[in-house]
């Protein structure tokens, strides 16, 4: 090895990060962040995607880590640039999403005077991410940044965050940090895995999936011991990636509404988790209780969330003598292009019979997702990409850092029309980079779900002014000039026919563009 060139921080930074496989940087940066902007062009192997909020940085390294499995990184710009993104931020601690983010810091001897960009990054970086550093010593940086990684990727994956001073930037450093170990998880306990077959074959025991477990081979090895035991196999609604369509063993997802979810739990005696906690609803109502399984039930952890619970539901099913090979459902879609007015069935058919075999769909649908979700199970395998924290602005952005992590894949992004307007920005982005991202607004001009939420609170008939807080027409979102202006462009369906044209066209189209479903 020869002798280490002088660097500045920056390039120590951008150097550190791509060396380790970070090589793509969501990034909406500021004065205190010049330097690693400058950086970049010294370090091809980094690619700098420019967002237009930082709310779209937080969500697309989300929708990269989940389908790369490594890291993006975000560089944000001091306080606000990082408040703007902890929303997005937030949904990506409960995906468990490895995030390298880096933000900007005004130089360490200027904090003192209360500047007009002076905030308690700290603060805003601790509601997301257990791992908050801040580089003070310029010859240590190197090393700092290898840790921020190593703090990303250690299972379950996380935000990790470290906050750099602009003059840490500009001073030389002592080279890039050393290689960072990749993050292996551990395996589940055999004890867990013995007990867990002791239960298994006993009436009223089921099992609850989670966290990484949604793929091919966890959700084979749950669909052998639903068949060999009988046992009731359950998914996280907000599990942060699930394998789906034909052919695959599909769990039955927790409900949404309390009501659904304690009739769907009903009888359940012991719950085995897989990479997940027991079930909760998504709201407290006067009427039902937080927790959803049956009082009293017990439940068991077969893999925590940073165990292997893939290899430990494999592992449960060897030790039950569960064959190799379950029965695949299998369920065809209607090729027939649809009739009539434009329903969500009417979308779901459409999807069903069109979307190509692996795509990608980032699922931000709200009230409109039952009634598609339904009739995917007929679709050629693809991937889905849920709402993971329940803070809405996370589809659009997912999709487009799914687009980055994945170019040769289809992405689709179903979103809501009232969620679209919250990271509308995502698709400058998807113009810019030309990236392949199908969006279907959802435009049923109004904030549905809250509608629904008002009348399970007993309103039937809420007031003029409570009632023009939930419809979002007048004026309606003309999201096809709103996705024109952004470079993206768009059509707009009214009937099932006009929408099956139009999408079939997109699948067969490279690029990015929008549909807008009128509902
Ligand atoms: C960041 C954030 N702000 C507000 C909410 C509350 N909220 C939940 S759903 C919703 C509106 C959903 O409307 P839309 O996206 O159009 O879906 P629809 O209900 O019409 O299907 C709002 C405001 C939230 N979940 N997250
Ligand atoms: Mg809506």
């Known amino acids: ?12 930074l951008i150097r550190t990060l791509s060396e380790n496989g970070v090589e793509v940087c969501f990034m909406n940066p500021g004065t205190s962040e010049m330097r690693f902007v400058h950086a970049l062009d010294r370090v091809p192997a980094m690619r700098g995607i420019l967002c237009l909020f930082e709310g779209v940085c937080a969500g697309a390294a989300d929708g990269y880590g989940r389908i790369q499995g490594t890291p993006a990184a975000t560089l944000l710009h001091l306080g606000p640039g990082l408040a703007n993104g902890l929303s997005n931020f937030h949904n990506a601690r409960k995906a468990r999403t490895p995030i390298v983010s880096i933000v900007g810091e005004h130089t360490l001897q200027h904090l003192k005077y209360d500047a007009p960009l002076s905030a308690d990054i700290e603060a805003f970086a601790r509601t997301v991410s257990d791992h908050v550093r801040v580089a003070r010593d310029p010859a240590r940086l190197g090393k700092v940044i290898s840790e921020t990684i190593a703090a990303a990727v250690a299972p379950p994956g996380q935000v990790a965050m470290l906050v750099i001073p602009a003059d840490i930037s500009w001073l030389e450093a002592a080279g890039p940090g050393p290689a ?29 999936m989670g966290g990484t477990t949604l793929n091919d081979r966890g959700l084979a090895a749950a669909g052998r011991l639903a068949a060999h035991t009988g046992a009731r196999v ?21 409900p949404y509404f309390p009501e659904a979810a304690l009739a769907a739990l009903a009888g359940v005696r012991h719950m085995l988790l897989v990479e997940t906690q027991a079930p909760v609803s998504f709201f407290g109502y006067p009427e039902t209780p937080s927790q959803l399984l049956p ?22 099913a060897e030790e039950c003598g569960a064959g190799r090979r379950h029965p695949a459902p ?46 995917l199970h007929a679709a050629a395998p693809f991937d889905r990409l849920p709402n993971t924290g ?3 602005g996370q589809g659009l952005p997912v999709a487009l850092g799914a687009a980055c992590a994945a170019p040769d894949l289809k992405v689709v992004a179903l979103e809501a029309d009232g969620s679209a307007m919250y990271t509308f920005q995502a698709l400058w982005t998807m113009a810019r980079e030309n990236l392949d991202v199908v969006t279907v607004i959802f435009a049923n001009r109004s904030y549905r779900i809250l509608e629904i939420e008002m009348r399970r609170a007993g309103i039937d008939a809420p007031g003029p002014a409570a009632r023009t807080m939930m419809e979002i027409g ?20 009214a009937t099932a026919p006009e929408f099956w044209s139009l999408f079939r066209a997109a ?13």
Do not use: W, Y
Request: charged fraction near 20%.
């Open 234 to 254: 359950f998914a996280d609604r907000n599990a942060p990636r699930i394998a789906s369509g034909r052919g695959r063993f599909q769990p039955r997802l927790v």
């Open 1 to 12: 090895m020869g002798a280490v060139e002088p660097m500045d921080g920056a390039e120590c």
């Open 507 to 519: 699948m067969e189209t490279r690029g990015p563009s929008l549909i807008e479903a009128v509902l």
């Open 330 to 375: 299998h369920v065809s879609p209607s090729r027939a292009p649809g009739e009539g007015p434009l329903t969500c069935e009417a979308i779901g058919d459409a999807l069903a019979a069109l979307l190509p075999e692996g795509a990608i769909v980032s699922d931000e649908m709200v009230s409109s997702g039952a009634a598609v979700l339904d009739r």
């Open 180 to 208: 960072v170990d990749p993050a292996r998880r551990a395996s589940a306990p055999p004890g867990k895995i013995a007990q867990a077959a002791g239960l298994i074959g006993t009436a009223g025991t089921a099992l609850l």
């Open 390 to 392: 329940g803070s809405i």
């Open 295 to 316: 009082e009293g039930c017990p439940v068991s952890v077969l893999a925590a969330r940073n165990e292997d619970g893939t290899a430990a539901l494999e592992a449960l």
């Open 474 to 493: 007048e004026p309606d979102l003309d999201f096809v000039r709103l996705s024109e202006s952004l470079g993206v462009p768009a059509a707009r369906a």
